[in-house]
């Protein structure tokens, strides 16, 4: 059924005949098992990320300016006006995206 490749790897040799009742009924199985596994995985993890919430764990990456006074500096900065773009990036450590995206988030919905 297997045959020896280089570096212990594996092929399959044989084909499935999906054509024949006995192919068809194989290549569904194989998918039902597959399919099977994928929401056992599916579970798990969600499984595992509510477990993470309830101990306090927030996923995702790290914010770049952890502290509201850095924070409040770059909207201070920003709303001067007396800083270019890229000496504000420079002074704060972050990048223009970033720089951009603390500054939306301080603006009221209009």
Same mark, same amino acid.
């Given at each position: 059924?297997?045959? %020896?490749?280089? $570096?212990s790897?594996? +092929?399959?040799?044989?084909? +499935?005949? =999906?054509?024949?009742? /006995? /192919?068809? &009924?194989?290549?569904?199985?194989m /998918? ?9 995985i599916?579970? !798990? =993890?969600?499984?595992?990320?509510? %477990? @993470? !919430?309830? $101990?306090?764990?927030? /996923? #995702?990456?790290? $914010?770049? &300016?952890? =502290?509201? #006074?850095?924070?409040? &500096?770059? $909207?201070?900065?920003? @709303? #001067?006006?007396?800083?270019? +773009?890229?000496?504000?990036? @420079? %002074?704060?450590? +972050?990048?223009?995206?970033? &720089? ?11």
């Amino acid at each position: 059924m297997y045959r %020896a490749k280089q $570096r212990s790897s594996y +092929i399959m040799t044989e084909k +499935i005949d =999906t054509s024949t009742p /006995g /192919g068809k &009924l194989i290549f569904h199985l194989m /998918g039902a098992l597959a399919e099977f596994e994928r929401d056992l995985i599916r579970e !798990r =993890t969600n499984a595992g990320l509510e %477990a @993470a !919430r309830a $101990r306090g764990r927030k /996923g #995702g990456r790290p $914010r770049k &300016l952890k =502290t509201n #006074g850095k924070v409040a &500096l770059a $909207r201070q900065m920003f @709303a #001067g006006k007396s800083h270019s +773009i890229p000496e504000m990036c @420079a %002074a704060l450590g +972050i990048s223009r995206a970033t &720089l951009y995206r603390y500054v939306k988030e301080a603006k009221p919905p209009e």
